[in-house]
Nanobody, 124 residues
Framework: QVQLVESGGGLVQAGGSLRLSCAAA????????MGWFRQAPGKEREFVAA????????NYADVVKGRFTISRDNAKNTVFLQMNSLKPEDTAVYYC?????????????????WGQGTQVTVSS
């Protein structure tokens, strides 16, 4: 059974920081990219960041570049999203996802497994 469990969400003031974690288990991929996506109320889910198996190749949405950093610990099958300088428009449910390929694509349809999401709320 595939499990992706996100944690680290919460309520933070604008300008603050949060660190999200996502532990993956049970999927059949030996090497895989992992990504973060988010969905704000009334909006479609959008790409945030992704990284390759080694973590050496990363991909960020323009709106988070310079503020968010994705990293991973393959020994723990975990991906992280460090979010700094948070803005109210970052408020959303954040989802992690796993794909079989190594390229950290922003295309949602390329990701096979998804977590349940963790809420991030940024107050002004």
């Amino acid at each position: 059974q595939v499990q992706l469990v996100e944690s680290g969400g919460g309520l933070v003031q604008a300008g603050g920081s949060l660190r999200l974690s996502c532990a993956a288990a049970g999927h059949p991929f030996s090497t895989y990219a992992m990504g973060w996506f988010r969905q704000a109320p009334g909006k479609e889910r959008e790409f945030v960041a992704a990284c390759s198996w080694s973590g050496s190749v990363t991909n960020y949405a323009d709106v988070v570049k310079g503020r968010f950093t994705i990293s991973r610990d393959n020994a723990k099958n975990t991906v992280f999203l460090q979010m700094n300088s948070l803005k109210p428009e970052d408020t959303a449910v954040y989802y992690c996802a796993v794909r079989s390929g190594n390229w950290p694509t922003s295309v949602q349809g390329e990701y096979a497994y998804w977590g349940q999401g963790t809420q991030v709320t940024v107050s002004s």
